[in-house]
Nanobody, 125 residues
Framework: QLQLVESGGGLVQPGGSLKLSCATS????????IGWFRQAPGKEREGVSC????????YYADSVKGRFTISRDRAKNTVYLQMNSLKPDDTGVYYC??????????????????WGQGTLVTVSS
């Protein structure tokens, strides 16, 4: 089972930025697609972004396109989510998750087997 640890959450004002990190226990990210998900209070978990194992192709939810950027550092086996122009609606617990069954990543949580514990992002003035 892959271990994933998120960090970088916190309180930020609307319009601000945060960079989340997802450190993995993988020997290499070449075999794992990594997704970022978030869950706001009283809402279902939703896919925010992901990066595919094979070619590094990416996916973004419409709500974050142009504001969030996912990237990976293969040397550190870590995936990042740079979040800019944050809005109150971006508030929630952010989770990263890993999938090693499919070539291309997906925003569907059902595709992912291993999950981190989450990091809280609060966007408020």
């Amino acid at each position: 089972q892959l271990q994933l640890v998120e960090s970088g959450g916190g309180l930020v004002q609307p319009g601000g930025s945060l960079k989340l990190s997802c450190a993995t226990s993988a020997l290499t990210l070449d075999y794992y697609s990594i997704g970022w998900f978030r869950q706001a209070p009283g809402k279902e978990r939703e896919g925010v972004s992901c990066i595919s194992a094979n070619d590094g192709s990416t996916y973004y939810a419409d709500s974050v396109k142009g504001r969030f950027t996912i990237s990976r550092d293969r040397a550190k086996n870590t995936v990042y989510l740079q979040m800019n122009s944050l809005k109150p609606d971006d508030t929630g617990v952010y989770y990263c998750a890993a999938d090693n069954r499919y070539l291309y990543c997906s925003g569907s949580a059902a595709r992912y087997d291993d999950w981190g514990q989450g990091t809280l992002v609060t966007v408020s003035s």
